[in-house]
């Protein structure tokens, strides 16, 4: 018999609540290595951490396509690791695996039919990147760019980007550039994260939306309006962006993060007064879900693997290690303790 590590949900937040470290409990157990026909013995070696797990957390997720966890029970979700053997023609001894419903758990029997192979060369060994800017993360930016952004190449379009610094802003604010807007603005939580934007990522400008008066540098930065806004947050910073919104413009309505740890449905009812400007200026905003997609994963996942290859998207991430810190990394996340995708690296 194996020892292996788990993270469990120890409680939860409340409808109502932010979450806290204490929400989450380490356990040591055994695992049975006899695999049955169908089965994989993986070691995990990158655990992801999302918004979308705070809906999880609750005894009901508020969402037909998310189960709640339950208490006391392995918490799962985006990883990556090593399959160590198999009883399952889906992958062999070595192969490199992923998984949307990977157990926090630091080795784990799974079945084959579950895991997706993905080819290392892809990210040139940065394994991470699978649950990043070469997994759901650069699919989310990509495909919400597309689908929903509406940019044309030579149309002088400005693009706004809440969240900016979060592991999808960063690369949608980089996909807008590169599909040709001629100015990206990014609004974010901290002047580190600003410097970064402009800095290491070639945001045109980047606002802290926590210090900065946030209408006011928003026309500073965008003279000619705003085309195209990709958010990510929700509440007051979007009604101020929709606000300065050129008629005809377009929303990626990607997440709201701003009203997750509150009890209001998906997504969250806006004001008359920013629904009459929708209303008014011809504005679009549709909901977006990433997994409506997939049929375009494979193809787009080379895109970004090609832009990462060549420098054209920069990937930023915050590293935590240790299984027993994904409570920690989870709600520090929440907060906006990270930079670029938050990752917790689990084992070599
Ligand atoms: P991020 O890496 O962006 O991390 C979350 C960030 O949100 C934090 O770093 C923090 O940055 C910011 N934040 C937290 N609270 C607030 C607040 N009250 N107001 C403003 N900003 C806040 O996470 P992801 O990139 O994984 O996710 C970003 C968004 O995309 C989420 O809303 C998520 O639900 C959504 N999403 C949607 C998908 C879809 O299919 N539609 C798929 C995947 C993600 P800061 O320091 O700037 O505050």
Redesign the pocket.
């Given at each position: 018999r194996m020892q292996v590590k788990r993270v469990v949900l120890s409680s939860r937040p409340g409808n109502n609540g932010a979450p806290v470290p204490a929400n989450f409990r380490l356990e040591e157990t055994t695992l049975a290595p006899e695999l049955k026909d169908g089965e994989v013995l993986v070691r995990t070696l990158y655990l992801s951490v999302?918004?979308?797990m705070r809906c999880r957390m609750n005894e009901d997720t508020g969402a037909e396509y998310l189960t709640p966890w339950q208490l006391c029970e392995c918490v799962d979700g985006g990883g990556v690791g090593v399959v160590e053997s198999s009883r399952s023609s889906v992958c062999a001894e070595g192969d490199v695996v992923t998984c949307f419903n990977w157990p926090w758990q630091t080795h784990a029997v799974m079945k084959g039919c579950v895991l997706q192979k993905v080819e290392p060369q892809l990210v040139d060994g940065h394994l991470s990147h699978f649950l990043g800017a070469v997994g759901?993360?650069g699919l989310?930016a990509l495909?919400?760019v597309r689908e929903k952004g509406n940019i044309t190449k030579g149309a002088n379009q400005t693009m706004v980007v809440?969240?900016?610094?979060?592991?999808?802003?960063?690369i949608a604010g980089q996909i807008g550039r590169l599909d040709g807007c001629v100015r990206v603005v990014g609004?974010?939580?901290?002047d580190e994260?600003c410097r970064a934007l402009v800095e290491d990522l070639g945001f045109s400008a980047a606002i802290n939306?926590?210090h900065e008066d946030v209408p006011a540098r928003l026309r500073e930065c965008c003279p000619d309006g705003i085309d195209v806004y990709f958010d990510?947050?929700?509440?007051a910073?979007s009604d101020t962006v929709i606000t300065q919104m050129n008629s005809g413009s377009h929303v990626i309505?990607?997440?709201?993060?701003?009203?997750?740890n509150k009890d209001v449905p998906y997504p969250p009812p806006l004001s008359e007064e920013i629904q009459e400007a929708l209303r008014s200026k011809n504005i679009t905003r549709e909901?977006?879900?990433?997994?409506h997609y997939m049929n375009k994963a494979e193809a787009a996942l080379f895109e970004l693997s090609q832009w990462v290859k060549s420098g054209q998207i920069k990937v930023l991430e915050t590293v935590v290690n240790g299984i027993e810190n994904m409570g920690d990394a989870f709600c520090s996340?929440?907060?906006?303790?990270?930079?670029?995708?938050?990752i917790i690296k689990v084992s070599e």
């Open positions: 999302d918004p979308y759901i993360t989310t495909f919400g809440s969240g900016a610094a979060g592991a999808c802003g960063s609004i974010c939580g901290s994260k939306y926590r990510n947050v929700g509440g910073i309505l990607c997440g709201q993060i701003s009203q997750y909901r977006f879900m990433v997994l996340m929440m907060k906006g303790g990270n930079i670029g995708k938050q």
